[in-house]
């Protein structure tokens, strides 16, 4: 599971627990000028993973690490995937993180408002 807040102008994705160990990855700080946008999605997990990178992927258990897809590279850190979030990226080492996360909707909501929100 991760934890997501913005810092300013910085998302940053905080791994939790053994996720950490399972993705290969305790954080992530991407620009809020490469984030596309969010969205809640449980059917996400049924996408096809590619090829891991590092990671684990165990089906019907937890995806979690980096996988390529058709050339991209897609972050994954999903038990449950009633609480996927998608985001999707531009000019990032990832084109789309997708996690777990306490509160999908609230996760998403907090994503958008941040992308609306006028320049300083």
């Known amino acids: 599971m991760a934890q997501i807040r913005v810092d300013g102008d910085t998302l940053v994705v905080q791994i939790e627990g053994l996720d950490k160990l399972w993705?290969?990855?305790?954080?992530?700080e991407i620009p809020l000028g490469n984030v596309r946008g969010a969205t809640?999605?449980?059917?996400?997990?049924t996408e096809p993973?590619?090829?891991?990178?590092?990671?684990?992927?165990?089906?019907?258990?937890?995806?979690?690490?980096?996988?390529?897809?058709?050339?991209?590279?897609?972050?994954?850190d999903v038990r449950?995937?009633?609480?996927?979030?998608v985001i999707e990226l531009r000019d990032e080492r990832y084109?789309?993180?997708?996690t777990e996360v306490p509160d999908p909707r609230a996760?998403?909501?907090l994503i958008e408002q941040a992308l609306t929100r006028p320049a300083p």
Do not use: C, Q
């Open 23 to 28: 993705s290969f990855k305790s954080r992530l």
């Open 49 to 76: 993973k590619g090829i891991r990178t590092s990671g684990t992927h165990v089906p019907g258990v937890i995806t979690a690490g980096t996988f390529r897809v058709d050339g991209e590279r897609i972050f994954w």
């Open 107 to 109: 996760t998403v909501t």
């Open 80 to 85: 449950d995937p009633r609480n996927a979030v």
């Open 95 to 98: 084109a789309r993180l997708i």
């Open 40 to 45: 809640a999605d449980p059917g996400a997990i």
